[in-house]
């Protein structure tokens, strides 16, 4: 294992680490003693000692005029080494001519899609065009605040975790109080993911999940929609990742305001939980390939590129 890079403060820019109450972080999945399907992420990672890290924001949009500039820069506030992408997914509102006015803006890459086809499709074309070290999911409807970067960081900056997920139910600053068949229904799709993965998440569901980018571009992303929370958190469990988990806060929307999840997604989540579910068969195939990547990364030498990832 890597020793934790001192480049993290750096990535921080002075900024002090919460003191230890405050940081509420819960580990997942197996330590640095377990045998790991994916044992040469820590030993290559691009996360090195002393390196600065750049972080990849990937933002899927649809609809999200009244919002997506704001969010833009709230994101770009942040003093974060970063490159933010937008993934339009064929908006039907003002969101494309915002974006297209916000073409000059540095570190910002808009990608439009020219169907809608779902926040999967979307993930999937931003997580394919980042370059940064670690990849962080931001919705564009200002539910989630990128403030909480630091935090969602620190984990893979300490070299605890391979993913960290932003839980909204574990600790966190202010919640807006909103639906309770909405809550219910996250805490069931999460239990019962639980279930089938054997980790112990309070919220499968969140919106902010960041990942060491050669592990989540080395997950095949099959769900075009809101079915790929289920499926990386399935695909991530098969790759025994070390999984992290953050408290947040959440100021959550109404469907007046915009809000777009609704049962059939929840109907889809729970088949997604059982078709991804983790197998001896998808743990042998994940630990094959990593063993394949492993000895060709060892063969050619470590490349400024950093090593190939998995299929899962």
């Known amino acids: 294992m890597f020793a934790p890079p001192r480049g993290s403060r750096r990535l921080l820019r002075g900024q002090k680490d919460a003191p230890a109450d405050e940081q509420s972080q819960q580990g997942h999945g197996h330590d640095a003693t377990t045998k790991n399907c994916l044992p040469f992420f820590a030993r290559h990672s691009h996360c ?19 919002t997506i500039a704001a969010l833009i820069d709230s994101v770009a506030a942040v003093p974060i080494d970063k490159e933010i992408i937008v993934v339009d997914d064929c908006s039907k509102d ?31 074309t931003g997580f394919a065009a980042a370059t940064g070290d670690i990849v962080i999911i931001q919705d564009a409807d200002l539910e989630y605040d990128p403030k909480e970067y630091p935090r969602l960081l620190q984990p893979i900056l300490d070299d605890k975790a391979d993913v960290v997920y932003g839980s909204r139910f574990s600790g966190g600053d202010s919640h807006r109080v909103l639906y309770f068949w909405h809550y219910l229904g996250n805490r069931a799709l999460t239990l019962m993911s639980n279930l089938f993965t054997n980790l112990n998440l309070s919220d499968m569901e969140t919106c902010y999940k960041v990942f060491r980018r050669e592990i989540i571009q080395g997950i095949q992303i099959e769900e075009d929609r809101f079915g ?6 399935a695909k991530i469990a098969a790759l025994r990742c070390r999984i ?9 929307r109404t469907y007046d305001e915009g809000k777009k999840i609704g049962w059939k ?3 889809r989540a729970v088949w997604c939980i059982v078709k991804y579910r983790p197998s001896r068969r998808r743990i042998a195939t994940a630990a094959r390939q990593s063993r394949a990547s492993a000895a060709a990364l060892a063969h050619r030498g470590t490349s400024s590129a950093g090593p190939s990832a998995p299929q899962v």
């Open 48 to 66: 090195r000692r002393g390196q600065l890290v750049k972080i990849s924001v990937v933002i899927p949009a649809y609809n999200e005029a009244a």
């Open 244 to 252: 992290y988990e953050v408290g947040i806060s959440y100021s959550g």
């Open 228 to 233: 790929f929370e289920p499926e990386v958190t």
């Open 265 to 267: 997604d929840g109907v």
């Open 94 to 124: 003002a969101t494309r001519s915002i974006l297209t006015g916000l073409a000059g803006m540095v570190n910002l890459r808009v990608i439009l899609h020219e169907r809608n086809s779902g926040k999967g499709a979307a993930l999937r």
